[in-house]
């Protein structure tokens, strides 16, 4: 397996079907405050849920359509980052991410997905990469920013949340802006 070393102590790597345990911890730790940002059936409960989501990632990633790495802070796990959608053919991607409280803040979010951006646009040849967050997010619109990407437009209405449906933005980056960027 293999692991990148980010910053603060932290580390990224593949977030496996091996890890339901710990994946279900996590999430106990998470679970509250990641809900109404991240799809339903991301936001499991129980090792057996968490391996099931797990699993399907697992088989996404054997399809070359989706990507999952998690975030560990001195050997546990406070979070991940992933590719929701991953489609070579077409070359495009969208990313996601979520953190535990304890986890925010730190720049763990940008320097992981900066990572899996080199990596789609540089080793995978991709041009774009799309980040969707719910409008009121401003921590995920931040990080989308801090990635250099465009807010290109607002879905109104498009994420429903208990009962509510609340504006979803659209960012993005090409492949020449990414390169062109200082890091």
């Known amino acids: 397996m293999f692991s990148l070393s980010l910053h603060d102590g932290a580390r990224l790597g593949p977030l496996e079907v091996w ?9 106990d730790r998470a679970r509250e405050h990641i809900r109404p940002w991240v799809g339903p059936a991301f936001v499991t409960d129980g090792a ?26 001195d ?11 991953f489609d070579a053919a077409a070359g495009s991607c969208e990313l996601g991410c979520w953190l535990e409280p304890a986890a925010e803040g730190r720049g763990l979010v940008t320097q992981a997905c900066g990572a899996l951006l080199d990596w789609a646009f540089t080793t995978r040849q991709l041009h774009r ?3 969707r967050c719910r409008a009121d997010n401003r921590r995920s619109a931040a990080a989308a920013r801090r990635l250099g990407m465009t807010l290109e437009g607002v879905r109104r209405q498009a994420w429903p949340y208990q009962g509510v449906r ?8 090409l492949a020449p802006e990414w390169h062109a960027l200082e890091r």
């Open 166 to 173: 609340y504006d979803e933005q659209l960012w993005a980056v």
């Open 75 to 85: 050997d546990a796990l406070v979070g991940g980052v992933m590719f929701t959608g």
């Open 19 to 27: 890890h339901a345990e710990e994946f279900a911890a996590h999430l």
């Open 129 to 131: 990469a799309e980040w």
């Open 48 to 73: 057996d849920a968490a391996r099931a989501t797990l699993r399907r990632y697992a088989e996404r990633r054997a399809d070359d359509a989706a990507h999952l790495y998690g975030i560990w802070r």
